[in-house]
């Protein structure tokens, strides 16, 4: 069991001389695994707030203790996506009179695939401060350890798209589904996906049609069973079911950006650019399955255009 006292002492020495209005809502980060990983600030604010909402008081309240702080019943307020409207409402209140609320979700930062964007809006409607409380991200966690390259490279035949796109989960629905996954497919720069554990597996397989293109798949991120692992996406679904534990556990994957391709001779068309393009007709419009096959293979969009006619006659 760890013991936080030190860090409570220091969390009062560092912090406590920082400015900290009333009548503020703080949005405090708290760690996706390891508990070490919660900021001096943090501890500061969760200690010094008039009352905490939390998308789980339960869950809140074990962290509390663990951290050697915990609260009252009474200074914890549940906001959920379930209640985030009404119970919205009673913070603006708290803030109005004054009070110092901080917001924290199970893990990680609030508002970020996580409940707090009404709260959030709610309170600057009201002509209220929101101050953040950064910390642990799996997003910024698993691609920092992806080898993902998110720096523009330039125009060069390797040259990667600069910067990197937050996907979060995926729509569970079919058709929006596979609408995602071919926009995914022609987007150039690193993509960061969320998913579950009882969706990984169906992920996995979809990627498949990624082919070649890098994918790290982070699981359980700082906790004592982390795993990151970075493979081809067509190898990803035997990889997952080789071991039964790949499969457990929360995941962020990140989809490493496309190399840019020169030098493609007019009217040739790989095996690659030819698979990406069957995939895309079953889907979608042909001029749509050329224009995207075109952008994710590089090849040239007229040939890819006589043989997408092609293949439409043939079937």
């Known amino acids: ?23 503020c809502l703080y949005l405090v980060a708290t760690p996706i695994g390891n508990l070490a990983d919660i900021s001096l600030r943090a501890l500061h604010v969760l200690r010094m707030a008039d009352v905490l909402a939390c ?4 869950h809140t309240q074990a962290l509390l203790r663990a951290w050697g702080m915990p609260r009252p019943a009474g200074q914890l307020l549940a906001l959920h996506q379930h209640n985030e409207k009404e119970a919205t409402q009673a913070v603006v209140q708290r803030l109005q009179q004054g009070q110092r609320v901080a917001y924290v979700s199970d893990a990680g930062t609030p508002a970020i695939s996580d409940p707090g964007a009404h709260l959030v809006q709610a309170v600057q409607a009201a002509g209220l401060r929101v101050m953040p409380i950064p910390g642990a991200s799996s997003v910024i966690t698993a691609l920092s350890a992806s080898g993902a390259d998110t720096v523009e490279q ?4 390797t040259g990667a798209a600069g910067g990197w ?3 979060g989960f995926l729509p569970v629905k079919g058709r929006e589904r596979e609408q995602s996954l071919a926009a995914l497919q022609a987007e150039r720069r690193a993509v960061v996906l969320l998913e579950a554990p009882h969706r990984i597996s169906a992920l996995c397989n979809a990627l498949e ?18 795993s990151i692992t970075t493979l081809p996406a067509h190898a990803l679904a035997d990889w ?16 490493h950006p496309l190399a840019q391709q020169t030098g493609v001779e007019e009217g040739t068309i790989s095996a690659q650019a030819e698979h990406t ?12 399955a050329v224009k995207l096959a075109a952008e994710i293979s ?9 043989r997408a006619l092609a293949l439409k006659q043939e079937s």
């Open 55 to 58: 998308e789980d008081t339960r």
């Open 209 to 226: 049609a990624f082919g070649s293109r890098q994918v790290t798949l982070a699981r359980e991120l700082t906790k004592q069973f982390e």
């Open 277 to 288: 393009l069957r995939l895309l007709l079953a889907e979608l419009p042909l001029k749509t």
């Open 240 to 255: 997952l079911q080789a071991a039964p534990e790949r499969s457990k556990g929360e995941f962020v994957l990140v989809l």
């Open 165 to 167: 796109v937050f996907a």
């Open 1 to 23: 069991m760890m013991d936080f006292a030190s860090a409570l002492q220091a969390a009062s020495a560092v912090a406590d001389g920082q400015s900290y209005p009333q009548g």
């Open 154 to 157: 330039g125009n060069g035949v």
């Open 298 to 306: 590089g090849s040239a969009r007229n040939a890819l255009y006589e």
